[in-house]
């Protein structure tokens, strides 16, 4: 693995991560004030933040692979939609739509496990990351074929975990759907940190992940934990792809991630590859800086967004050529 | 035949160099054992045979069971705690995680086993907090010989301890050294460059050239036969 | 004076290709010769992508989106101003040149995995535009083009591949091919023996784009219609699959790769496999196989195969100059 030097603080006197961490104080603040100001601006804010919150979720799981591999997974986002028709699936044959979710994050969970075993490993073994990342994107074709001859390309109707209720608050409208997906979305990704911080098995995969070598030594299966990592990154991604399918703009097809993968993607680039809290950062800021876009700017219409997001990551990326809180890896030459 | 470790006719390669040619070594229960010779004679590379992280072909075998085909870390479950150059030290989280992680192979409380860290390493108890990357060497090597001390292995491999460390600390961790093998029976196999304190701290020694042993017998014979001392070790 | 064995194996096999290529449509369909037509824009899009990322190291997803700029340049031309098609293809190359020129420059100051993320998020960004600004590019709905017999279509796509080609073997045989392979090998050593890094990167990226911008400008003119999701996702995807399966870094195996990228998923949706809907299925499940198999793609099996004719101190040494670079 390539050296990795911290450079909080080079010639600069103040350390870039506190410029960082200004610079997202300030956006928060620009947004309580409008959020103040004006019910509309509160409310598109709100639904900013329930975008954000679904591609934070497949954001997070693209920067847990990256983390271990450096491998960019193209088809996240369809491993996301597989299990959300699972998931339809499921309902469809009567289960609540809980139990449902329950279960989906379980076949989640042992089909990305599966994946890692039987698709990646084998490619790892040899290749480069570049290698993997071709072979993501055959999973990708792969997977979304799949999709296609199990349960055809119509679109399908994906029922809605949160009764369809609006709550009025001053002079803005909520709805539950909204607050939900961002509940949902959060608890998804803090119990992730949860077992990370806290369990032995997160310490051994983070252990993992950042030292391979030493991970070895140790005892630990270092391959074993890049399964686990798959597993948890595709039941990561089942929850982003259930909330996705229930919200009203987005229909449940076999191409149903690929718009949001894209948007992940950003978010990941934007907070740092191998950060995951600036992954949701930047999920959030991607969701709701488009949604305030395409309601204030006239001009900006809904295909506009997509450029819209990535001439946001490219400002960043001007600015810090690593991500908000990417490592500036030592170059070997 | 008895020993904790025995290696036989190993030879080992990086690529199409060959780094060791027909090694034989053995260590038993309870010894400290030092590997000494010039750069490139292939001490670490010893170590590395064993923790298997070097392609390698020959006999060895660890308190019976050959080590032919485990990977490092099966070596580690069977109780082989290998600290590499770098020491083995997960940089990035900190000094109780990389604590944790020492004991990984071992199931159950460890509050037992901090303790008695916290015996060896006093200074390690207000530092829980603080990411391992940020200490100094000697820490750093403390810290994983406190890894050891987690682990309780029955072997020790340790790479070159006393590398970049200034001469007062080097005494301290080979007193720690001595004190894990006489108080929690650990054996140890010490790779170093520094002859004059291994020799101190071993009760033999193999000096190795170019992959191969030139010299295997009990330190004081080494240390204090002049002839020996100057062509092996050069002092 | 005599030639390494490769190079003589390269030049034959050059030969060899050509007279193919030349020979083959009269034993093809009309349909096919379009088919073949296609190839041929794949091979030059994946020989494009290979002079930026296999010869100088930045790696770079985005090439539909200098694609969709000649195709549309292309298009916009002939349908609404009623340009020869052929004609047109010049123009497509200096927009595509002066694009890659303005994209090279930022691109500078990335790397790695950043550089891809960010010009595969430019490759799905123009289309979007392209599809809001529908006034100027026809929208979703598109615009339709003059069509061509199948003959045609394959011998200006071939032509127009050959002269790529050739272009880009001369290229990188001379001192920009040193340059550009000394900058992916190591930039710092590059840098440090004198090498312009930000002349021949922004360089690099501005000839790999203007020859996807040609190769986008056939494609249009082979499907004689355009709209943004000719551009969109899927081509992106499947030049990048092309060239690490034909084989960074190679010429010869873009070949390999511009065949593998579209005859494979053509053969299988003509084949009983397609009834059953799995043509994708097996498709990926072949190019996760082919990863698998052969890491490094076509051309390393190519090298393996030269190698092990020859046992000479030539296949220790790869001579600078040879169709492979």
Known sequence: MAAVSFTRGRAWSIPSVWIVWAVIAGGC??????????????????????????????????????????????????????????????????????????????????????????????????????????????????????????????????????????????????????????GVSIASVVVLWLFFQFTKLGLAMRAAAVRPHAARLVGIRVSWMLSLGWGLAAALGAVAGMLAASSPSVLLQPSMMDGILIYAFAAAVIGGLESAAGAVIGALAIGVTLNLLGSYVSWITPPLLLPAAFVLMLIVLLVKPSGLFGRTRTRRV | MGSLLALHDVDARYGQVQALRSLSLTVDEREIVAILGANGAGKTTTLRAISNTVTRTGSLEFAGRSLARRGPEATARLGITHVPEGRGTFAELTVWENLRLGAYVRRGSLKADFARVLEYFPWLDGRRSQQAGTLSGGEQQMLALARAVMRRPRLLLLDEPSLGLAPLIVGEVFRIVRELNEREGVSVLLVEQDARTSLATASRAYVLEVGRVAFEGPSEELASRETLRRSYLGY | MRLPRSTLFGIGAAVVATVVIAVLPLFLSDYHRSTGATVGVFFTAILALNIVTGYSGQISIGHGAFMALGGYTTAILTHDHSWNDIATLPIAALIGLAAGLVVGLPALRLHGVYLALTTFAVALAVPQIAKNYSGFTGGTEGLALPTHSGLWLYRTSWLVAGIAFVFAWLLLRGRTGRAFRAVRDSEIAAASSGVGLAVYKTLAFGISAALAAVAGSVYVLVNNFVNPDVFGLTLSLYILIGAVVGGLGSLWGVLVGACFVELLPIGLTTSHVSSSQLVPVVFGAVVIAVMAVVPLGAADVLRAALQFGSRTSESVERPLGTTEG
């Open chain 1, 29 to 182: 603040l620009f947004l309580v004030i409008g959020s103040i100001e004006s019910s509309l601006f509160l409310q598109q804010t709100i639904s900013g933040l329930a975008n954000g919150g679904i591609y934070a979720g497949l954001a997070v799981a693209l920067v847990l692979i990256y983390r271990a591999t450096e491998v960019i997974n193209f088809a996240q986002g369809a491993i996301a939609t597989f299990t959300t028709y699972v998931a339809w699936q499921l309902i469809a044959w009567g289960l609540s739509y809980w139990v449902a979710f329950a279960c989906t994050l379980g076949v989640a969970f042992l089909g990305g496990f599966a994946l890692e075993l039987g698709a990646i490993r084998p490619v790892e073994r040899r290749g480069s990351q570049l290698t993997v990342v071709i072979a993501s994107i055959g999973l990708l074709i792969l997977i979304e074929g799949a999709i296609g001859r199990i349960w055809g390309n119509q679109v399908k109707f994906m029922p809605a975990p949160f009764p369809a209720r609006i709550y009025h608050v001053g002079g803005a409208a909520f709805s539950l759907q909204d607050l939900g997906t961002i």
